[in-house]
């Protein structure tokens, strides 16, 4: 008896590769077969996921297909303008019911195999020679799309396949809370891409958790900083939930930002970060912030200026930019959201990500990048459309700063699989927030 439960730990030992603690991740993690299939169980059927943003379903009708591993999820916009999500399954026969994205014409949802139909809010309007079966096999409740869980929040539809799970808000607290400071809800799509990454989803956010690597990845965003970035001047917080934070230890608003250097090396920089990403800093930016040149008063400090007159300016252009101060300081920082999304908030953009695995394979994922950005009242784009898929060198359709991230995906993944490597060690403060997430994940995986 004593020795069938060994055995037991020692299976389940060797299927989990748990965190021992939180120095140290096993490398198994990331392209474990079993790993991966206890995510698809355990993780990613119970955990709140974005399935789309607000601007992809704009009209009754519009719908969007959330893929996650081997599930299909349908988000619906509603007559009355709320949201439904359907699992993507006939009733009658399992087929799915829609792929991609776009509009379902006449407020039906069709099934392409044998023609049952269903109204939007999924309840069934039509079967194709309803004669031909017993009743007991088409009993209306029996025959509505099965819903899952849906809700909003920062201007983004989230699903939950866990008809118990905690609501949204709950489940996205405390990290909801800090991005209200910047007016995520306010933000629309300027640009969405996607890539596929020959590593594992996990692999792949990680990348963007820390500070840490932007020394040696991206040398050219430390102009003017000296030894100062990335240590002594951010700081990590590791939330509940999987989630966390990284933030500059500085008030924007207070002076400061610039260390006491000249506007230059800020101008520099936020031309780097717009012509290498055209993301988090743009162009309009970058204008406004020129245009303050020479107009600094001496003891004043140049980027607080600076963030000043872009505040003045987007009051003035009826741009929905009102930060609180706690949202200040989350400029230039990001905040990851359990299991797989983050934001980079600043100026009153962001980039966000999203990363999946791809091809149900543990060493895939795709990986979506949209920059986000505040347009005046009234001036939103229509229909966010994803502008494309694009392979992670491309120098056409990703900038400098992107690709150099890309780089090390790859070759990290195929680093984990050497016969020399056994598990990451990670920095106590600076790479928590991978610890955090993947001490959540234990959470999960063991229910
Ligand atoms: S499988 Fe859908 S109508 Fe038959
Ligand atoms: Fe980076």
Known sequence: MALAEDRRSVVARDIFFPM??????????????GFYELEKEYLWP?????????????QPGDFVEYEICDQSI???????????????ACRHRATQLCSGSGRLRGGQIVCPFHGWRWNLDGSNSFVYGAEGFAPEVLRPEDIRLQECRVDTW???????????????REALAPVAGLLDGVCVENMRVWWWKETILNANWKVAQEAFHEGYHVMGTHPQLTFGLGDEYPFANVEYTAFENGHGRFQGRFDPTAGGISQGRGGEAFLERSRILWEGQDAMTLERDLNIFRGMRNRVAPGEDFPTVAIRALLDYAEG?????????????LWGGGVFLFPNFLMLPQFGNA????????????????????????YPEGEEPGRAKLKGRFACDDTENWGLI???????????????RSRGYREHRLATEMEQLISNMHSELDRYLAG
């Open 20 to 33: 021992r603690d939180l120095l140290h991740v096993p490398r198994e993690r990331y392209y474990d077969r």
């Open 46 to 58: 119970r955990v709140w996921q974005m399935a789309c943003r607000l601007e992809e379903i704009p």
């Open 74 to 88: 349908l988000v619906v916009r509603q007559p009355d303008r709320s949201i439904k999500a359907f699992h993507n």
């Open 154 to 168: 920062g201007a983004c539809v989230w699903i939950n396949m866990d008809p118990d799970a905690r609501p949204l």
């Open 317 to 329: 252009a009826g741009i929905p930019l009102h930060p609180t101060p706690e949202g200040l300081r």
């Open 351 to 374: 980039l966000s990500y999203r990363a999946r695995p791809y091809n149900d394979d543990p060493e895939w994922c795709r990986f979506e990048v949209w920059s986000l950005t505040m």
């Open 402 to 416: 992107p690709r150099q991230d890309f780089s090390n995906i790859a070759s990290q993944q195929r680093g984990l």
